[in-house]
């Protein structure tokens, strides 16, 4: 049987202060020492800083370790992570986000590579109890910059291609052969993909995909992007009428099969153009959907085929997770300079498709001192809902780099520090038991276990 973490609620806050207006940017007041699970202790070996109690195995380590289908280093920039329980084991499908220059490619395997001149993919890496890695193999090879993903209520990885590169582009050392900027099903009972994986999900649009979440109910997939000029969309797919979802189904539907649409929001009878004009936790817009004339974007990128009244655009659209009977979203920062509304270091949205409504959740303000450790955080990329209550999310921003997490009050805490470099962390994500965080640092590329004393974390003093 297959499993995922399960999902607790987040409260609506903001992190800082919410004196955000238009031209201005607002900036943090400093975490809460009490909150999370305490101040991080300094790492000796100078890679991850964790709070007291806690401790972390390398998993998987890009050009150190070895694939046990062939003997392979471990491929670079590791990235979006799921974690299954598969009998005695988690086992992990992990992202690693290659363009083409990175030291280690995800080798090319019979039935599993897409194009052979692409250099991205995936690696399942099979997880003891204990955080020992057990095995690790490719899932899926010859994709694109395989940023992040999200899980299906049937037990698989949709891996994305953040790219619109198509056919004849040179990456690296190779060509690509065919267009990418597509989604991709990849199974945790590694055998399983051979053949399958390797199938791109055309139907659900070629953009510069970032993360997924399915709607277990009515198996409408949730798709953002990450891209400017213009700033990216939030999509839904709606599956074909009599669709029901399992393994393997979606490689079966047309290029054309469902409904691909934007999200556009309005706040009374006011048209919302962008994400950033909203400052306040608890904001709220009324969301309907535009359909996306050229899903496959032949010639016009999909985010560049609406006018700007017609639809609703962000910064950087990132992470997505479904929990609580919706999605939560990531809008990871905004500048004027970009041509944002108003400027800050993070949003954490919550779409409920019954109620057709988008909450802002959680705010970051601008972060003036990112290179000071415990100001505040910026860049939230990738996130997953704890079983202990809150979020964790993944920091991309500027200076020191965290594993940082929400409580369900909305306080920010650092779950963890990057000691080694100042690259981004990644893949967040639960064991089914809830006793392993596993999370990486893109690059060079370390998948780490995380173990301690988890409990509903403090919301401070």
Not at 1 to 27: E, K
Not at 50 to 71: C, H, Q
Not at 342 to 351: A, K, L, R
Not at 451 to 456: M, S, V
Request: charged share 20%; net charge negative; hydrophobic share 35%.
């Amino acid at each position: 049987m297959l499993r995922n973490s399960a999902a607790v609620g987040l409260g609506i806050a903001l992190f800082g202060s919410i004196d955000a207006i238009a031209g201005r940017p607002a900036f943090g007041a400093p975490t809460r020492a009490a909150s999370g699970y305490g101040p991080l202790v300094a790492d000796p070996r100078k890679l991850l800083s964790l709070p007291e109690g806690f401790s972390y195995k390398i998993v998987a380590e890009a050009g150190v370790t070895r694939l046990t289908d062939g003997g392979e280093p471990t491929p670079s920039d590791t990235d979006g992570t799921a974690a299954f329980t598969v009998r005695d084991r988690t086992v992990l499908v992990n992202n690693h986000e290659i363009g083409g220059d990175e030291a280690f490619p995800v080798p090319h395997r019979p039935g599993l590579t897409y194009d052979e001149g692409a250099a991205g993919g995936t690696t399942n890496i099979e997880v003891s109890a204990t955080g020992d890695r057990l095995a690790e193999y490719v899932s899926v090879a010859g994709t694109h910059n395989n940023c992040a993903g999200g899980v299906t209520p049937w037990g698989t990885w949709l891996t994305c291609e953040e790219t619109e590169d198509k056919a004849g582009k040179s990456v690296g050392s190779g060509v690509l052969s065919k267009d990418h900027g597509f989604v991709f099903e990849v199974s945790p009972v590694g055998q399983e993909n051979v053949g399958n994986s390797p199938v791109p999900l055309t139907f659900l649009g070629r953009f510069a995909h970032e993360a997924v979440a399915v709607d277990p109910r009515t198996l409408a997939i949730y798709l953002t992007e990450d891209a400017n000029d213009p700033h990216g969309l939030l999509y839904r797919w709606i599956p074909p009428k009599g669709f029901e979802g399992g393994k393997w189904t979606l490689k079966g539907l047309d290029e054309d099969a469902g409904s691909l649409q934007a999200m556009r929001c309005s706040r009374g009878s006011t048209h919302v153009k962008d994400l950033s004009e909203a400052t306040t936790p608890g904001t709220q817009y009324k969301v309907d959907w535009v359909e996306v004339p050229d899903r496959l974007a032949g010639t016009t990128s999909t985010r560049k085929q609406f006018a700007d009244e017609a639809i609703t655009r962000s910064r950087k659209f990132e992470g997505a997770w479904w929990a609580d009977g919706g999605a939560y979203i990531v809008a990871s920062y905004a500048r004027a300079s970009d041509g944002s509304v108003n400027e800050h270091d993070g949003q954490i949205w919550f779409y409920e498709p019954g109620k057709e409504r988008i909450t802002l959740k959680t705010i970051f303000t601008v972060n003036a001192t990112p290179d000071q450790d415990g100001t505040n955080f910026d860049g939230p990329d990738n996130i997953t809902v704890s079983p202990y209550g809150g979020v964790i999310l993944a920091e991309d921003g500027e200076g020191v780099q965290h594993l940082v997490g929400v409580t369900d009050q909305g306080n920010s805490y650092a779950m963890a520090r990057n000691d080694l470099n100042g690259n981004e962390f990644a893949g967040p994500t639960f064991s089914g038991d809830g006793k392993q965080l596993f999370a990486g640092i893109q690059s060079p590329g370390h998948v780490f276990a995380i173990t301690g004393p988890w409990r509903r974390p403090s919301n401070g003093a």
